[in-house]
């Protein structure tokens, strides 16, 4: 589950920034995709860190 949060916020972070900078459809879709991506990869070494620290 955090691995699917990561890529929504980072989805909706990179559309964020993408307007701020005023890019169009095209940039806001290439910043969303590229901001999921790197937070989906985030998400999941957290994941990892997590389970392994639970195991004890």
Same mark, same amino acid.
Request: charged share 20%; glycine share 14%; proline share 0%.
């Given at each position: =589950?955090?691995?699917? /949060? /990561?890529?929504?916020?980072? /989805?909706?972070?990179? $559309?964020?920034? %993408?307007?701020?900078?005023?890019?169009?459809?095209? $940039?806001?879709?290439?910043? /969303?995709? %590229?901001? %999921?991506?790197?937070?989906?990869?985030?998400?999941?070494?957290?994941?990892?860190?997590? $389970?392994?620290? =639970?195991?004890?």
């Amino acid at each position: =589950m955090i691995i699917v /949060a /990561a890529i929504i916020l980072g /989805a909706f972070l990179g $559309d964020r920034r %993408a307007r701020s900078i005023g890019g169009n459809g095209k $940039d806001r879709m290439q910043y /969303a995709a %590229a901001h %999921a991506l790197g937070f989906a990869v985030l998400g999941l070494f957290l994941t990892i860190i997590i $389970d392994r620290l =639970m195991r004890g």
